[in-house]
């Protein structure tokens, strides 16, 4: 388990995390959510103990980062997937990491095929694309085969099959019972990606809930597919609903699937479709951090 418990850090006058506090739980895919510069990074940089913080705790199952003997068998990261050595094989890359805590070849070479670089074990890195690197990176954070796992950004550079492959990969690390936390600020991917997410806004933490909380809570209206448009649309407004006119139904708000269903078999009317619309996590996103983006673009009327 993960435990951030009000942590912060300052440089100089400016505060990058701001008194930060959640917890990551383990079978589940976390996703940590932010704009660039929201203190995403730092954070993951002090859990690892590669940054300390001015105040406050980063625990990884109780303790901090840096009293865990042999580490690489608790915690897997990837933060930076260029921060290889270019001489080095990929092979030597992994197996470098692995002599201080106890891990062979062997493992280096399994884990190497389990991401896809088996057939470039022995080529120096300095070659590698940045879609290699990344899958590289992943293989670094799965050869102690950790319990935790922290990933930064882990799809830049990877193709579409990429993606779903890593996508499969921390969900299906997540039904094995390890904690996976994924920081992203891509809203798409982590729409498929996460179970529960962490959102976070000039360092400082703006909510914490399952998918399934955010959908209700930015629930958005009720399609009502229906061949008696005007007359339902009247009953409707009625009974205290507001009701707008699509192209494919009635957009309906006040009312409940259901109790759109009871009105209009009360009524007479014929109804062949309900769909409960919710906002897309991009939506709820942008919602969430309307007051906390940094740096935002105007539009001008004119570039000349």
Same mark, same amino acid.
């Given at each position: ?6 942590? @912060? ?7 990058? *995390? ?11 895919? @976390? ?9 995403k990074s730092t ?40 921060? *290889? ?20 070849r062997v493992r ?19 070659? /590698?694309?940045? +879609? ?5 990176? *992943? $293989? ?10 922290? /990933? ?44 529960? *997410?962490?959102?976070?806004?000039? +360092? ?28 339902? $649309? ?5 009974? +205290? ?11 309906? @708000? ?9 009105? $209009? ?13 919710? $906002? ?14 940094? /740096? ?9």
């Amino acid at each position: 388990m993960i435990q951030l418990i009000e942590l @912060t850090k300052r440089y100089g006058p400016t505060t990058a *995390v701001d008194g930060l506090t959640f917890t990551v739980r383990p079978g589940r895919v @976390t996703g940590f959510l932010g704009a660039n510069g929201s203190g995403k990074s730092t954070t993951l940089r002090m859990l690892l103990g590669l940054d300390a913080p001015t105040s406050g705790r980063a625990l990884i199952d109780g303790r901090p980062y840096a009293t865990i003997p042999r580490p690489l068998h608790h915690v897997g990261a990837l933060l930076d997937a260029s921060g *290889v050595h270019g001489g080095r094989t990929a092979l030597d890359h992994l197996h470098c990491l692995g002599r201080a805590n106890g891990i062979g070849r062997v493992r280096a070479a399994r884990v190497l095929a389990e991401v896809g670089l088996a057939s470039v074990a022995n080529r120096r890195v300095r070659g /590698f694309s940045l +879609g290699m690197k990344q899958r590289l990176g *992943v $293989a670094a954070a799965l050869l102690g085969d950790p319990t935790v796992l922290l /990933f930064d950004e882990p799809v830049n550079g990877l193709d579409p099959e990429g993606i779903r492959w890593l996508r499969d990969l921390v969900r299906g690390l997540a039904r094995e019972g390890r904690t996976v936390l994924v920081s992203s600020h891509l809203m798409s991917e982590m729409a498929l990606t996460a179970d529960h *997410v962490v959102v976070i806004g000039r +360092g400082r933490l703006i909510t914490e809930a399952s998918m399934a909380e955010l959908t209700e809570r930015f629930h958005r209206d009720v399609l009502v597919t229906t061949p008696d448009r005007d007359d339902l $649309a009247r009953a409707l407004r009625a009974a +205290g609903a507001e009701v707008h006119t699509e192209p494919d139904g009635l957009s309906v @708000t006040g009312l409940s699937p259901g109790e759109i269903g009871d009105l $209009a078999r009360a009524r007479g009317h014929a109804v062949h479709g309900l769909t409960q619309r919710s $906002a897309s996590l991009e939506d709820a996103y942008l919602q969430l951090t309307e007051h906390s983006t940094e /740096f935002r673009a105007t539009r001008q009327e004119s570039y000349r």
